[in-house]
């Protein structure tokens, strides 16, 4: 790790990906309008009204995949270096972004049962848990949370109780955080794709209309990954890497779609997180903009850090090939164009206050001590952590024979107690054997013996469930090659290597064709002397011929801008048209429903928490005397 730079500017890495064409849309006949340039990195769409001589348009990004591409394409090109950051404490954000139906969920989980088509989260979970196994020298601790943002509302999918909303908060030192979000040590792959499929049940059943809901919530699975290690200055340092994957809502236009008849529970049909995300991306790269609205929306705030800010974020753009979707996925590629000017800075989180890994290691430094005290911990772990201690000088928790310990443990605490045990039956026959004794006297000795006998196990369960409780939470803090271990073999290992650097030399190969293309352009402007007429015409033929595609280009793009303009803000005044209706239905409650004193009552009383974007009470005031 030494040598890497720890924070930085960079931009957010942009790819677009396209499905294959549907049964569907092939029964249907639909053409084709989009075209991927794989080693360009560049996407062409065809408008299929076009007028004649209008060109395809060209947009490029950091890659494309094809209908053809693989999931491990994607994520060993694109994804992996992301979360080899994560792993090393930086913040990392995927987001999927597209239209219903053209991949989003299927590029971040894609199909479980099949390991090639496996998307972006499982893959992270066998990347992540890979990479502890064969760790050294440092100690992790994972855990995950899986949230839903639906209708403006947080909802917990790993809680027990699903009716409750969760809020946004906001800490000075840590930023924006969701309070009382359930969160789930995982101590394996297994264990975290549990915590997956459980959140991923809670979510449907939660739904009477599953693609309707999906295709209108944002879902968010986090990782969280805490690595301890000693760094060069011989102090414990502690790096905490937070991953977030996204799978937003569809961005197709709304108002054309949606249930008939009942009035909708939305007074609009405006996805605001979704909108705010276009706006904060907006205002991010128009350069004048000195207000980010990330406030706007509860998406916006929760990833705020994901676009401007501390953390490496990659957009997955999703794209249909059919010529029915060709709005749709101009629109995308044109969100996903402005997207990729974006900066953001991130940087290694290191030793923040707070951290779950040190709250463990110190509860397991008070639970080792309790046992030790009750003596049940044995003379080899002393002997063992004296012998680390020599070596490595103070203060680190020992791992050293940990598996010795545990059986240690448990020696230790069985012949404890049967000597006690033991010691207290030869004593309590010693008082039945004892003929000097009146038999009253004898009877509240063997009492008192009995009683000793019934605290001895009491102290025993005490133990024991002290014991067991602390083996889980040593348990949960992994170490490379012990509490975790790799199974692949070498074979495999360097199969994996191998295709990590052919992924890296085609991202490689890539740039530098980009780069050359750009250069490409420059030069001919450059090119002014001529050994001919002839020649100098030819050029400047050329030339123009090329600038005046340019221009065309330029023009329609402006058209759609233009186009697209109107669309949004009729979307908005029709938002707003149904909100005023919605206000004028609430006003003639109140004017003829409600007492005007009561109204005032209420009215004095409420007041606008900004920080929760609500309406509150203020309590009520205790009348003197
Ligand atoms: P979204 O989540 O964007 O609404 P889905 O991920 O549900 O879209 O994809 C819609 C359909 O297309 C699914 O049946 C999915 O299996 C299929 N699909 C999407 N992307 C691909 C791909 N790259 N290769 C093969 N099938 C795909
Ligand atoms: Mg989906």
Redesign the pocket.
Known sequence: MAGKPRSGCEALRVVA?C??M?RREEAAGYERVLELDVKLGQVSIRNPRAAPGELPKTFTFDAVYD?S?KQADLYDETVRPLIDSVLQGFNGTVF?Y??????????MQG?WAEPEKRGIIPSAFEHIFTHISRSQNQQYLVRASYLEIYQEEIRDLLAKDQSKKLELKENPETGVYIKDLSSFVTKNVKEIEHVMNLGSQTRSVGSTNMNEH??RSHAIFLITIECSETGPDGEEHIRVGKLNLV?LA?SERQSKMGAQGERPKEASKINLSLSALGNVISALVDGRSTHIPYRDSKLTRLLQDSLGGNAKTIMVA?LGPASHSYDESLSTLRFANRAKNIKNKPRVNEDPKDTLLREFQEEIVRLKAQLEKRGMLGKKRRRSSRRKKAMDGEGTVDNEGEDENEDGLEKNMENYLKEQKERLEEEKAAIQDDHSLVSEEKQKLLQEKEKMIEDLRKEQEATELLAIKYKAMESKLLIGGRTIVDHTNEQQKMLELRRQEIAEQKRREREMQQEMLLRDEETMELRETYTSLQQEVEIKTKKLKKLYAKLQAVKAEIQDQHDEYIRVRQDLEEAQNEQTRELKLKYLIIENFIPPEEKNKIMNRLYFDGDEDQWKFQPLVPTEG
């Open positions: 990906r499905r294959p549907s209908a591409s999927a597209g239209q219903t139906g053209t991949g989003k969920t299927y590029t199909a999906s295709s799978d569809g999703t």
